[in-house]
């Protein structure tokens, strides 16, 4: 009984991936993080595809890069692993599988709630309420996350900042405009 190159290739492909319809439970996802970062970021206003590109940003382990803008204003850029085609793509099913989990899920619901805190408590100034929501992520689970990214972060200020070489967005332009009208030269 030989096997024809079409029937082969069509065993391939039903054989390939998870079976249609099935799902990894959220305790066992390795995009776990990033999807309840995911919820944080949206509960604090930032939209699906922004909050997707952050929480990337913050759960990923590439380092963050650093660049100067004529000495007025300083970006932070960053490679970000993905597994589609393009970034924008996976941004997008990081987007739509974090919309996907489960929102009854209590772990799901008190990281997403604990960054948000975190996030208003930095906006605010409010140090002790910042500590506390660390430390209720810490509880969480969080912790490998959080020293990867604190490292990334204090690697990040370390180093010397190279001339931005790149072209900014509407706002970033906006933002350099006014700075370079508001602030003094200096000689």
């Not at 004529?70 to 970034?87: C, M, N, P």
């Not at 919309?99 to 899920?105: E, G, V």
């Not at 490292?151 to 700075?179: F, H, M, T």
């Amino acid at each position: 009984m030989a096997m024809t190159k079409a029937s082969a290739a069509r065993i391939a492909r039903r054989r390939r991936g998870r079976p249609k319809g099935s799902a990894v439970p959220l305790e066992r996802d390795r995009q776990r993080f990033a999807i309840a970062a995911w919820w944080g970021f949206r509960e604090c206003g930032c939209g699906p595809y922004i909050a997707a590109y952050w929480a990337a940003v913050a759960t990923g382990d590439e380092p963050i890069r650093p660049e100067d803008i004529e000495g007025l204003l300083t970006v932070a850029g960053i490679d970000i692993k993905h597994t589609a085609v393009s970034l924008d793509k996976h941004l997008d099913a990081l987007a739509r599988k974090a919309k996907r989990a489960p929102a009854d899920d209590a772990w799901l619901r008190m990281s997403a709630t604990a960054i948000k805190a975190l996030i208003l408590a930095a906006r605010t100034k409010r140090v002790e309420v910042y500590c506390a929501m660390l430390d209720v992520l810490v509880g969480l689970g969080w912790a490998d996350v959080i020293r990867r990214l604190s490292a990334r972060i204090i690697e990040a200020s370390k180093s010397n900042v190279p001339p931005y070489e790149g072209k900014l967005g509407r706002r970033g332009q906006e933002l350099l405009d006014w700075l370079r009208r508001t602030t003094p030269e200096i000689r």
